[in-house]
């Protein structure tokens, strides 16, 4: 929790063409890694029938689902070591170091060869690549949260964090995208066979100019000031854990809903809507991708709003109105027309917005800077493994057990009522230092 020391920040303020190649090159790493993501959720399906073979279609992509799931355990293990180096040695080495496991191991799902050529070791393969993939990215949204807000003036932090869940958003449309062009240009055949892998190659190339990027970065004036002092810690993440589980539990169950959200309508929604309401593929697909820009543009304005009027109104309401709006979204999702969808999934999306806006700046202005990235890489990690990567699986296993289309909209309600009991109990943090935790009396310089 934030606590009441005298050091102030010392950002300058003004958004600089030396801060925006920071955010950039920040955030790409955030891109590739939500990137994979839904190419693995919209091309599950084709998974399911290449690499997860069985009887019944449906326990097919359950396992498919399974194997995405999975891949969430291993990432507070690497939260816990790339949380550990990050606080230890810079944000700049482990953000670097971790863009390069995420671009490798996406690339190399696309070279696995089918059940039908190699048999379980194809399933084996992309089970330890997507295992591989949640390492890295336990290290990688913390890290990069931790980078901008701490690069970013005092009274702009929401909306310089907003842009990793901006980034997050592009790099899920671009690979919803990517999968609708591919379907509407390539034959079934043609797609099952190599269409599919082309761009999960692609991230290779992708990770390199990253790479790139990061290796060009100063750390961050706050990490860099802090390590100067006597303030680093010998060991970040026992103390995150002793003396700061309370940000990690709010952090937590914070995750709680947006991830839910996140993985239900923008991973599972292609699947969801194909395969369970009977709609066209590719209408599925771009009914999704119209609701990822819708959630771009809601992020944007909550967020400038939020550094304003301080980050917990929202989250506070953010958590209520998607209780209110899951079942009335779902509702007009069912109606399975093409505008119905896109207005089911926007009204469930305002309220995601209003709780995704100031995650990035309230999550770290929970933390001290000496032990930031641990504490968040344990928060974090533990609430998407708890309730977001299960999110397809437990969406449709709960389908299957309900035998109701109806089942997911009550999971979002059950979400959202976790974080809305996290929301009640967090502390506002709108001026408190990154540093010290004290809040600032100084008024906010424009820019």
Same mark, same amino acid.
């Given at each position: ?9 010392? +950002?300058?303020?003004?958004? #600089? $063409? ?15 890694? *939500? ?31 399974? +194997?995405?799931?999975?891949? !969430? ?8 070591? !790339? ?49 591989? $993939? ?32 901006? #980034? ?18 390539? #034959? ?5 066979? *190599?269409? *599919? ?30 390590? $100067? ?15 700061? *589980? ?53 992020? +944007?304005? !909550? ?31 069912? $109606? ?24 990035? @700046? ?44 109806? @089942? ?12 809305? +009991? ?26």
């Amino acid at each position: 929790m934030p606590s009441h020391n005298t050091t102030l920040d010392t +950002v300058a303020p003004g958004m #600089t $063409q030396q801060r925006r190649r920071a955010i950039i090159a920040a955030c790409i790493g955030n891109f590739l890694e *939500w990137y994979e993501f839904v190419l693995y959720g919209y091309f599950a399906t084709i998974f399911s029938v290449l690499f997860f073979v069985d009887s019944d279609p449906t326990v097919a992509l359950m396992i498919t689902f399974l +194997v995405f799931g999975i891949s !969430f355990v291993v990432r507070p293990l690497g939260g816990i070591l !790339f949380g550990h180096i990050g606080d230890k040695y810079g944000r700049k080495v482990t953000l670097s170091s971790i863009i390069v496991t995420i671009s490798l191991a996406t690339a190399l799902i696309a070279v696995v060869p089918s059940y039908a050529s190699i048999g379980i070791a194809a399933p084996i393969l992309i089970l330890l690549l997507r295992c591989l $993939q949640g390492l890295s990215a336990g290290g990688e949204w913390m890290g990069a949260a931790a980078y901008v807000v701490e690069s970013a003036p005092a009274h702009r932090r929401a909306f310089y964090g907003s842009w990793q869940t901006i #980034t997050i958003t592009l790099g899920m449309f671009t690979a919803a995208l990517t999968s609708l062009v591919l379907s509407l240009t390539l #034959t079934t055949e043609q797609l099952q066979s *190599w269409g *599919w892998r082309v761009p999960f190659l692609a991230a290779f190339p992708l990770g390199m100019i990253g790479l790139y990027m990061r290796l060009k970065l100063e750390e961050s004036v706050e990490f860099d000031e802090m390590s $100067q002092t006597e303030q680093r810690e010998k060991s970040p993440l026992l103390k995150a854990v002793t003396e700061n *589980w309370r940000s990690i539990l709010l952090v937590c169950g914070l995750v709680c809903s947006p991830t839910m959200c996140t993985y239900v309508l923008l991973v599972f929604g292609p699947t969801f809507l194909s395969k369970d309401l009977h709609m066209n593929t590719n209408a599925a697909r771009a009914a999704c991708l119209v609701a990822m820009l819708i959630l771009v543009v809601l992020v +944007v304005f !909550f967020a400038r709003i939020c550094d304003r009027v301080g980050r917990k109104p929202f989250v506070v309401f953010g958590a209520i109105l998607v209780a209110i709006t899951a079942p009335l979204g779902f509702l007009l999702i069912h $109606q399975r027309s093409f505008a119905a969808v896109i207005v089911g999934m926007a009204l469930i999306l305002i309220g995601d917005a209003m709780m995704l806006a100031p995650q990035p @700046a309230l999550f770290s202005e929970l933390f001290p800077t000496s032990r930031r990235y641990s504490g968040l890489a344990i928060g974090y990690n533990l609430g998407v493994v708890l309730f977001g990567g299960a999110g397809p699986l437990v969406a449709t296993a709960l389908i299957k057990a309900t035998h109701s289309t109806y @089942a997911p909209a009550m999971y979002l309600v059950a979400g959202a009522t976790i974080s809305l +009991v996290a929301a009640v109990l967090v502390p506002e943090t709108l001026g408190v230092s990154l540093r010290s935790g004290r809040i600032e009396t100084a008024t906010p310089i424009a820019d």
